[in-house]
């Protein structure tokens, strides 16, 4: 009895080990051969491809699933991970990094821009005011007439008449009578409008100035229609007025283009995720409904444009992480304006301007509302980013965050920023690293101002303390970059160059001491980036793990000559490991072969 028992136990147990040795023989390696591994989704291969990942810095090829990264290492190593519905993009030698951050951007701002007039595009004020005359020509009465992206430092001539360069009205009220007409200056810190629009701002002779802007009159005293920071204001709620007035199905279709424009704008140029520097509350409502729906952009969204009051009974109900499967994060401040810009002279400054004596720019927003709303910030653990340009602008935010950090050293953690951090006093550059406070700075911006950034404020104060980006570096502080979109262009090519050369187009080199190194530049992009936005554990550096957010570039912006780095661009952009962006002709792009260069900088913050 007791035998035979021990018989029919022996089967059982001979049974189930027969069943998991055939289940384990699926998955074991048979002599000689290697290992049966996942599938995965997607190899790239036969690519140079900088990980940033100290433990596999440089590798030729991935395997992703599930838009994640399964494993990465040579050719050979990867192709094991290649199975029957695994898809394969040999990228023939192609420069591969993580993908791309814009690190301040303005979304909308920049999708609004591609529907508009480009007057940045005109060499002078005569060329914008024919650009107006054509635009009202196809428009309806009363129809606004929006453009965007001059800056008169860039004409090749200067209108006649004008006050301090700008143009005297007359020629832009006399091809548009009927119709508003608002320019926005390159800066975002100024408007230029026409009678029509001061008329519906209620804009007259007898308005004073804002705080934290300024009119521009001329000898008689009447507004020309230059409206620096603050004082554009009544012109833009006279603008959203007007734009409320239209069917709601033409505004609905207004705001859909606008993203819809914006987000394929991003992609083609290398950009993953997208820092957007300030939404109101209702407008980030809009964008969370439309995540929902389906975004390829990751977005990283910051609230702006709320009073104090409205941020201390609201904010913490706008904190959201990881919405949409990791495309759509709320959880900061900004841009807050401590200063204007120093293209309109109204960059905060500790010294007058050197070609304007009377002048040191202005403090926009109030520095007691701007501790009141760091305050507010801080309880709700949110981060902070304080747009400051001018030298004091930076120096009386750096002593605002101390103080809050002093008070309560849990804020240190957030992470808090200060946007541009372009002009800074040598005491200053420092205190990033000591207080943990990230520089977000764009490389771009220094190409662009350079031809008058000694002219305004002096060969010294430039040379210590303009875009500082190496010496900020040494000090151990964190430096981003990111184009300011649509203040510059978000293609991170041009931006790239300049980080690394600072050199104006192909002309002179603008303090070059003060350059990045190709890899500080790239990870200021990526990784550092991620870092600013909490996202370091899941972007930033291409390992095994994180999300499979990539650019595929043609040229490797590590090694090739300066002078080329221009002439690279963007092959493929991957977003959770899926290509969302192909440009025409990539699947047939060799090594070696070089595109026409890029336009010089045209732009000025």
């Not at 004082?231 to 007025?241: M, T």
């Not at 490389?443 to 060969?459: K, L, T």
């Given at each position: 009895?007791?035998?035979r ?48 990942d ?6 030729q ?7 994640r ?5 040579s ?25 791309f951050?814009?690190?301040?951007g ?11 007039l ?9 060329a914008?005011v ?15 007439i929006?453009g ?21 009205p ?7 009578p ?8 390159v800066?975002?810190h ?7 629009a ?13 705080p934290?802007?300024?009119i521009?009159?001329?000898e ?27 069917p ?10 606008a ?11 290398g950009i ?10 209702k ?19 910051n609230v ?13 109900d706008?904190?959201?992480v ?12 900004g ?16 010294e ?12 926009v927003?109030?520095?007691n ?8 910030a ?11 340009i ?6 009386e935010?750096?002593?605002v965050?101390?103080?809050?950090f002093?008070?309560?050293p849990?804020a ?6 200060i946007?541009?951090?372009?002009h ?6 420092p ?23 000694v ?7 430039a ?7 190496h ?20 293609n991170?090519?041009p ?9 104006e187009g ?19 992009y990526?990784?550092n ?7 370091d554990?899941?972007l930033?550096?291409l ?16 090694t090739?000559p ?11 952009t ?7 962006y192909e ?5 047939a ?5 070089l ?11």
């Amino acid at each position: 009895m007791l035998g035979r028992m021990r018989v029919r136990i022996s089967g059982a147990v001979a049974a189930g080990l027969l069943f998991i040795c055939v289940a384990f023989a699926a998955q074991a390696p048979i002599a000689g051969f290697p290992p049966k591994l996942p599938s995965a989704d997607l190899v790239l291969r036969n690519g140079v491809v900088v990980t940033l990942d100290s433990l596999q810095p440089r590798v030729q090829a991935l395997a992703i699933r599930d838009g994640r990264i399964e494993a990465m290492g040579s050719d050979a190593a990867i192709a094991h991970y290649i199975g029957a519905n695994t898809k394969v993009i040999d990228l023939k030698g192609a420069f591969v990094t993580p993908g791309f951050i814009e690190g301040h951007g303005h979304l909308l701002g920049t999708g609004r821009s591609l529907m508009e007039l480009n007057v940045g595009e005109a060499p002078n004020w005569d060329a914008i005011v024919a650009m107006v005359k054509a635009a009202v020509a196809k428009a309806k009465p009363g129809e606004w007439i929006v453009g965007t992206g001059w800056q008169q430092s860039k004409w090749n001539k200067a209108p006649q008449p004008n006050v301090d360069g700008l143009p005297l009205p007359d020629s832009l009220n006399s091809v548009s009578p009927n119709n508003p007409v608002m320019l926005e200056h390159v800066s975002g810190h100024a408007v230029y409008a026409n009678a029509a629009a001061l008329k519906l701002a209620g804009i007259t002779s007898t308005t004073p100035d804002p705080p934290g802007g300024s009119i521009v009159h001329d000898e008689h005293g009447n507004p020309i229609g230059m409206l620096r920071d603050t004082a554009d204001g009544p012109v833009f709620r006279a603008y959203s007025g007007y734009i409320s007035s239209l069917p709601p199905q033409e505004v609905a279709a207004r705001s859909e283009k606008a993203l819809k424009l914006a987000v394929q704008n991003e992609i083609s140029k290398g950009i993953t995720t997208f820092v957007d520097m300030g939404e109101n509350f209702k407008t980030i409502d809009w964008l969370k409904q439309q995540a929902a729906n389906g975004l390829p952009l990751r977005l990283y969204i910051n609230v702006n444009g709320e009073p104090p009051s409205e941020l201390d009974q609201h904010l913490a109900d706008y904190r959201i992480v990881g919405y949409a499967n990791d495309h759509f994060t709320v959880r900061g401040i900004g841009e807050i304006l401590s200063d204007g810009a120093l293209g309109t002279k109204s960059a905060w400054f500790l010294e007058p301007y050197s070609d304007a004596p009377n002048i040191t720019g202005k403090n926009v927003t109030a520095m007691n509302e701007i501790m009141q709303m760091a305050q507010i910030a801080a309880r709700d653990g949110f981060q902070v980013s304080v747009h400051a340009i001018g030298d004091r602008a930076n120096r009386e935010t750096l002593d605002v965050f101390q103080k809050i950090f002093t008070e309560d050293p849990a804020a240190q953690a957030l992470r808090w920023r200060i946007e541009h951090a372009q002009h800074l006093s040598p005491s200053d550059i420092p205190r990033f690293a000591q207080l943990g406070v990230i520089a977000s700075m764009q490389s771009i911006h220094a190409c662009s101002d350079a031809p008058f950034v000694v002219q305004g404020i002096g060969e010294k104060r430039a040379s210590e303390g303009a875009y500082v980006w190496h010496s900020l570096i040494e000090s151990g502080a964190i430096v981003l970059d990111g184009t300011d979109t649509p203040v510059e262009d978000t293609n991170p090519i041009p931006n790239f160059y300049c980080g690394v050369t600072r050199r104006e187009g192909n002309s002179a080199y603008f303090f070059p001491e003060e350059a990045k190194t190709r890899i500080e530049e790239l990870r200021s992009y990526t990784e550092n980036n991620a870092y600013a936005i909490f996202e370091d554990r899941e972007l930033g550096t291409l390992t095994p793990g994180k999300l499979a957010d990539i650019d595929v570039f043609s040229g490797d912006l590590l090694t090739m000559p300066a002078e080329q780095i221009l002439r690279t661009r963007v092959l493929y952009t991957f977003i959770d490991g899926k290509v969302v962006y192909e440009r025409p002709g990539a699947s047939a792009w060799h090594s070696g072969e070089l595109f026409a260069p890029m336009p010089e900088f045209n732009h000025v913050d």
